[in-house]
């Protein structure tokens, strides 16, 4: 193959940084797909804790194009967390653009090319990827609905407008002088959410994002079942990012709009998200504490943000605020929430919401159309 510690011949146009954590990741498939694009491109494959000699040898047997290249660099920083990682391959970049991938992810053919090509075309700072489930023969299969933009929208998007937050993970193309411009890293230390504080500072920066709705996608694959992103943590660890995001002076000084806009989405996803894959012996005492704490540290950030929830999120909001609610009945909400259709979940109390942008109908409308 020719794994190279070296630039290509060819500057490369795109930095694209993978982040590994076991020598059993299918890191070869990642790295091919990346290369399988006309634009120069060096892949960075980061070893966490992995001997480098043992990735180099898993990608032995791939083909690397000419003005190419693929090097693989060692990192050991004693957590199990992705930011290290990603971290060290991106303070290694020296291309005008960059991107991160998952070891277990593949890119679409010309994905690559097609992100490129819209910066080209738009001068944005950021190129979102559109996001498709992996199939069995490496096909697109169901689409991710994230961002739920605007209809039609590629160009020139806004974090509020489009309703970017929903988009956790900076998947795409990223200007490497925006990020260092606004200081942006993933957050060292964190297992799960490290990406998002990225996102949520770029989504409100006010650089130029452009959504690459209709182009090869960033393909998400299901077959890990050992990501550290389905680890089971308690809340205090698993929703540390957000506490550290609604705390953070810029996320105080963000508009009341934008904050709202984040706090809706961290409610919906994260919050209440915790509530359909933890079961009922999971939820003593300490841990409704500190879900009610979250909660509240982001109503509190947001005032009146929760008015756009539909009324099947009001009833699990009521009772993650009180956690003398039965941890049964708790649950119970949580399902009711993803019987989707039905009035409860469409409409807001205040039905002078039901049209809001962040209301369910407008939402989910936007997202069938992504």
Request: charged share 25%.
């Amino acid at each position: 193959m020719g794994v190279s510690t070296t630039d290509p011949a060819t500057d490369p146009v795109v930095d694209l940084v993978v982040a590994v954590h076991t020598a059993e990741r299918p890191v070869a498939r990642a790295v091919a797909s990346a290369l399988d694009c006309q634009v120069p491109v060096r892949v960075t494959v980061v070893a966490h804790h992995v001997e480098p000699a043992r990735i180099e040898a898993n990608l032995a047997g791939v083909a690397v194009p000419d003005g190419s290249s693929v090097r693989v660099l060692a990192l050991s920083d004693g957590t199990r967390s992705p930011a290290g990682p990603f971290n060290h391959g991106l303070d290694a970049a020296t291309a005008p653009f960059v991107g991160v991938m998952g070891s277990d992810d593949r890119l679409a053919p010309g994905a690559l090319d097609s992100w490129v090509a819209l910066q080209r075309r738009t001068g944005a700072s950021v190129v979102i990827a559109r996001l498709a489930h992996a199939v069995a023969g490496g096909g697109a299969g169901r689409p991710v609905p994230t961002p739920p933009a605007r209809p039609g929208r590629s160009t020139g998007l806004d974090g509020v407008r489009d309703r970017l937050s929903y988009r956790s993970a900076p998947l795409g193309l990223l200007e490497r002088a925006t990020l260092d411009r606004l200081g942006l890293r993933f957050t060292p230390g964190l297992e799960v959410g490290e990406d998002v504080e990225v996102v949520t500072r770029l989504w409100f920066s006010g650089a130029p994002v452009a959504f690459d709705r209709r182009g090869p996608a960033y393909l998400v694959e299901d077959d890990a079942g050992d990501r550290i992103t389905y680890v089971s943590r308690p809340v205090d660890a698993e929703l540390a990012f957000v506490e550290r995001i609604v705390d953070a002076p810029w996320f105080l000084a963000y508009s009341g709009a934008q904050r709202s806009a984040a706090a809706v989405k961290f409610l919906r996803i994260h919050v209440f998200g915790l509530l359909g894959n933890r079961d009922e012996a999971f939820w003593d005492d300490d841990e409704r504490r500190s879900l009610a704490r979250v909660a509240r540290g982001l109503l509190d950030v947001a005032p009146g943000c929760e008015r756009v929830l539909s009324r099947a999120d009001r009833a699990v909001l009521d009772a993650v605020l009180d956690p003398a609610v039965p941890v049964a009945d708790l649950l119970a909400r949580g399902r009711a929430r993803r019987r989707h259709g039905r009035p409860a979940t469409l409409l807001p109390r205040d039905v002078r919401q039901a049209f809001a942008r962040e209301a369910p109908l407008r939402l989910m409308a936007a997202s069938v159309l992504v």
